[in-house]
């Protein structure tokens, strides 16, 4: 299994200028990387960066930090303001990142309404990256997926007191939650940790509390520092 870095980039930057420096220099240090064939990196900037990055991934996928639900036959319709699966699908995107801590406090996001996202998602042949930060979160949103479509299917742990606030989780607690989670689904999928990983701490989520990858957000912004934790894999 590959170990997978996603770099959640959340709603920045505010310029594309600013957005195409990062990617580039991620890009460039990215592709130095020798051995990297072990590690499978994914860049999820804002949507209205997607197109522009399109034709310019190599060594790493492109991935959204959404998706709507609404799965109309063309892939559109009626939905003011809405980005659908085939929409990204067709801009490159091979991962979506669903449930987001973010999302389920500011956006009111539901277990329902996710459960509704992830079908979309894995419809379309996307990767979904399912957000948790308790287990219980976990049954309702996969309600109805079939099993056979838990292939593209990858779960992050997001504990919401490590989000953002340079306090990452105790790599005791992680690897205790790791376990329930994988226990929880029955099924070998990816698990990832995220919360405040840095490249200091990086290389023992993996090594130590054993995920399967991680999901980085504030560190992922800053090119050398994500380029520093893809190479500690
Ligand atoms: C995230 O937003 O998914 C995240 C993990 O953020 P940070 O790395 O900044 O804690």
Redesign the pocket.
Known sequence: MKTLIVA?W?CNPTTLSEAKRIFDLVKKGVDKIENKKKVEVVVCPPFVYLSSFKFQVSSFKLGAQDVFWENPPAGGGAFTGEISAKMLKNLGCGYV?IG???RRKYFKETDETINKKLKAALENGLKAIL?IDKKSQIKNALKGIAKKQFKNLIL?Y?PVF?????K?CSIEKARKMNFLIRKAVKINIKILY????NSQNAADFIKKAKFHGL??????LKPKEFVKIVKTM
């Open positions: 959640n959340k990142i987001h801590s973010e957000c992050a997001e490590a989000i953002g606030t340079g990452p995220g919360g405040s990983v999901l980085v957000g504030g560190a992922s």
